[in-house]
């Protein structure tokens, strides 16, 4: 490893508190008379197993009554551009509809487009791009390794 290489663990509480703040996520399911608005909360009992991450989280919905826990599945897979996070599973009983998994719904998250951050070292515009090289998912940890690259940026 070189002296811009780093390594970093994501412990349990630190990915619960990155879903907590990501709530309330509200989706719509269907179209016109059949659409459903979903709204997920209180996203808790968090695990790490054989590379995937599941947790409890609420579903309320409406119009249709829909108020159940539900325990979506994540993993990160290798794309074109580097890792994403995707939805592997989301299933949830919605009434009339049946069981229906969600996953669809939710695109892939390049993790690579999160991990841009413009600076300005010393007065010049700077690139801080951080690269993941590798993600496991452990039984107690999402460990991410990766290099920083600073680019400096043209000024006009």
Known sequence: PGPEDVKVEFGGEAVLSLRTAAMPYKVEVGASLLKESLTFTDPKDLSFAEGK??????C???????DQVIHPVFTFKRGAS?????VD????????F?????KDLFPPVELQALLRQGLNLSGRPTLLEVRVAQVEVSK????F????????????
């Open 98 to 102: 049946g069981r229906v998994d969600l």
């Open 145 to 156: 390794s990766a290099r920083l690259l600073l680019t400096p940026l043209a000024t006009r």
């Open 53 to 58: 991450v599941t947790f409890a989280v609420r």
């Open 82 to 86: 580097g890792y994403q996070l995707v």
């Open 60 to 66: 309320q919905g409406s119009p249709f009554p829909v």
């Open 140 to 143: 107690d940890s999402i460990d």
């Open 89 to 96: 599973s989301l299933p949830v009983g919605i009434p009339g």
